[in-house]
């Protein structure tokens, strides 16, 4: 065993694999190893805000699902309002509408019952005379006791 | 090992601990002489690793990560938080070489699993006499990290706290006085109690380090060395209870040293991590 010159040419084999490891080797790694530590940071604090997105979210859409379900059922009261008020104006007219039609057929009723009676007190004006001229059997002129006749007809 | 199959456990085992080297060295320090070997393997398992974590880094990206960049993620993460526990300054050298300790001593180490004879024998058959596959077996590779590491500690010592601030700390402690003259007077002490554990520190490291492998491959050897003359050996059944010993201790000692082989590349990381934020950090 002895030193030599194998002593050097380690050394600068030494020396040359430091500086290697140093500027080719040493930050090319440990470069990409920080910035994967970063991105699962970033990654692990995203998926932290995402769930308390998530969370918050949640509780809107409640929110919106209770205002909904309130005006809902206050649509259906209302609607159902309506429905009775409806109904009940419905009945108001056809109430009215049916007076209305009793009136105006009572109208008629009366209307007709007058010609009816007009009608007979003619007839009967007229059966009267001409029994009254059967009975004096002669002709009475019609024209000459026209008033006599109409006042017989008012008479009855 | 045909053409000159080593005869004794002995010769085998030093066989084996010979680099492949330009020549024989004169003396402990010599700086003619070059491993070939270690200078090869610790060049490829180098390219491996840049190689391999360069391909990951080109392709990684911030989505979900394949396979590969996974693991290369793993290991970047684990020296980060090492780095990130004792070192609280901003430093874009630190972490970097941390990773690069760890991954190069790690490969370095794991040459010692390879059967000892795998790569050798691979070698002899293309010409090649001796060859050890393990750069951390030689003191040169450790004691060359441990120095650079050594160098980066004084450089950033002196960048942080000046050269006046580096030597203060080296003069003026553990030992404080207020009194000027008994200031100067426990300079001396307090140097030669500083710079002994200064200087500790990369002898230390890198000494750690190679004894423990060293070590990991000698056990290693001795097992392979159980037998060694193969056919001739397992003519009886004291042969094949050394057979079978020899398997199972092997397995046994290969599984213990994936724990020292992992353990050593670690504190080679973290003593480096902790000795370069104690420079650069103010007392």
């Keep these: 065993m002895n030193i030599n010159l194998t002593l050097i040419v380690q050394m600068l084999v030494f020396i040359v694999l430091i500086w290697f490891t140093m500027k080719f080797v040493w930050p090319m790694i440990l470069g990409p190893m920080d910035e994967r530590s970063q991105k699962i ?20 859409a409640d929110a919106i699902l209770r205002e909904a379900r309130e005006r809902a059922g206050q649509i259906i009261d209302q609607a159902q309002h309506r429905a009775n008020d ?8 056809a109430t009215a509408e049916g007076a209305r ?3 105006s057929a009572k109208e008629q009723i009366n209307l007709e019952a007058a010609h009816a009676r007009e009608a007979l007190r003619r007839d009967v004006a007229q059966i009267a005379v001409s029994a009254a001229s059967k009975i004096l059997e002669r002709e009475i002129d019609p024209k000459a006791h026209s008033d006599l006749i109409n006042k017989l007809a008012a008479q009855i | 090992m045909a053409a000159e199959a080593p005869t004794t456990a002995n010769e085998y085992i030093l066989h084996h601990l010979t680099f492949l080297s330009n020549k024989e060295p004169r003396g402990i320090v010599d700086f003619s002489v070059i491993h070939w070997d270690t200078v090869f393997f610790s060049v490829a398992l180098a390219l491996l690793f840049g190689g391999s974590f360069y391909m990951a880094a080109r392709t990684a990206k911030a989505g979900v990560p394949g396979k590969f960049q996974n693991f290369v993620e793993l290991v970047v993460e684990f020296v980060d938080t090492q780095v990130k526990d004792s070192f609280h300054g901003t430093n874009k050298l630190l972490a970097p070489l941390a990773l690069t300790i760890f991954c190069w001593v790690l490969l370095f180490n794991a040459m010692d699993i390879l059967p000892v004879d795998l790569l050798p024998w691979a070698a002899h058959g293309v010409g090649i006499e001796h060859l050890k596959v393990v750069p951390t077996t030689d003191l040169n590779t450790t004691f060359a990290m441990a120095l650079t590491v050594f160098v980066l500690i004084i450089y950033y010592s002196i960048k942080v706290k000046g050269l006046g601030g580096f030597a203060a700390e080296l003069t003026l402690q553990p030992f404080v006085a207020k009194n000027i003259v008994l200031k100067i007077l426990l300079i001396p002490v ?3 109690l500083e710079i002994v554990p200064f200087l500790a520190r990369p002898i230390s490291l890198s000494l750690r380090l190679y004894g423990n492998l060293f070590a990991g491959e000698m056990i290693f050897l001795l097992l392979a060395a159980l037998t060694l ?3 001739q050996q397992l003519s009886g059944a004291g042969g094949w209870a050394l057979l079978v010993a020899q398997f199972a201790l092997a397995l046994a000692w290969a599984i213990f040293h994936l724990l020292v082989i ?4 670690f504190i080679f990381m973290v003593l480096t991590i902790v000795y370069l934020s104690m420079a650069q950090e103010h007392h």
């Design chain 1, 86 to 93: 409806m109904v009940e104006e419905a009945k108001g007219t």
């Design chain 2, 262 to 265: 992992t353990l050593q590349a």
């Design chain 1, 101 to 103: 039609l009793l009136a």
């Design chain 1, 41 to 60: 940071a970033a990654g692990l604090a995203a998926a932290e805000k995402g769930k308390a997105e998530l969370a918050s979210a949640n509780e809107r």
């Design chain 2, 190 to 192: 307090n140097l030669l």
């Design chain 2, 229 to 231: 003359h193969g056919a």
